[in-house]
Nanobody, 121 residues
């Protein structure tokens, strides 16, 4: 019903930058919020950044000042610009969207397939 397709990620040295993007498609009536989560080996999935439709932003303390989330509502796409990357940023990054479809009466969460980000020291 809804697909989230991520792109970007890869391998970068500490101090470098990477950008992620995630495009939503499907039977979408409205996207209420979009964001990024990450999961490192042996750890729980955690919120990195989120952006409701109203335009405010929310960041994990560990990425404040280094990562920037943005959205293009016309393209149903969310971006994550990651600067000053650290080895501890290494994880699989997942796109998340809270979507109201034409099939359901309430919004629900959808997830991308995940993209690997590896930061070498």
């Amino acid at each position: 019903q809804v697909q989230l397709v991520e792109s970007g990620g890869g391998l970068v040295q500490a101090g470098g930058s990477l950008g992620l993007s995630c495009a939503a498609s499907g039977i979408i009536s409205r996207i209420d919020a979009m964001g990024w989560y990450r999961q490192a080996p042996g750890k729980q999935r955690e919120l990195v950044a989120s952006m409701p439709s109203g335009g405010s932003t929310n960041y994990a303390d560990s990425v404040k000042g280094r990562f920037t989330i943005s959205r293009d509502n016309t393209k149903k796409t969310v971006y994550l610009q990651m600067n000053s990357l650290k080895p501890e940023d290494t994880a699989v990054y997942y796109c998340n969207a809270l979507v109201l479809t034409t099939m359901l009466a309430v919004p629900r969460d959808y997830w991308g397939q995940g993209t690997q980000v590896t930061v070498s020291s």
